[in-house]
């Protein structure tokens, strides 16, 4: 069966794609690129999702591992289960976003140009500030939330190109 993307959802858009996060039942969110097709990219927690595209997509974080299409790029981050991979440029007002699958093809690419970025960083601290006023007392601070979740931020390794 394919997953078709849901009509409602966190928009980031740029020129080329926008990434959808759907918020799920206990931040876990599914996330998908649309416009280039529609790609179910993975789940993970909504939290972690969020701080990952700040830090290294608006705040330009990482080091540049090598060459996709002729861009120099960092590793942003890979979605688990579907094993999907976030690259972007660094060092540029602008920027390039590109999704890679478990194979190492290209299935997306976005652009963002600095307003463009200024707008994903308000859409995101909006969703964040949304999540802190939400948050559940009761669940632990930076600890198992249940099984399979995994702490933010987390370390996980940068592939190889």
Known sequence: MVKTAPEAGIDLVGDGGTIRIVPGEGNWSECWLIGQGHHYLGCDDLEHLLRRFLARVIDDE?????????????????????????????GHADRILIWMDLQGKVIGTIKLTASGLVGWKQKIDEELTKLLKAADPTQPKGGQRGIGYLPTPRKTPAPDL
Do not use: D, K
């Open 62 to 90: 990482g080091q540049t591992l090598g060459e996709i299409e002729g861009v120099a790029v960092r590793w942003v981050l890979t979605m688990p289960l579907e094993y999907f991979r976030l690259y972007a440029n660094s």
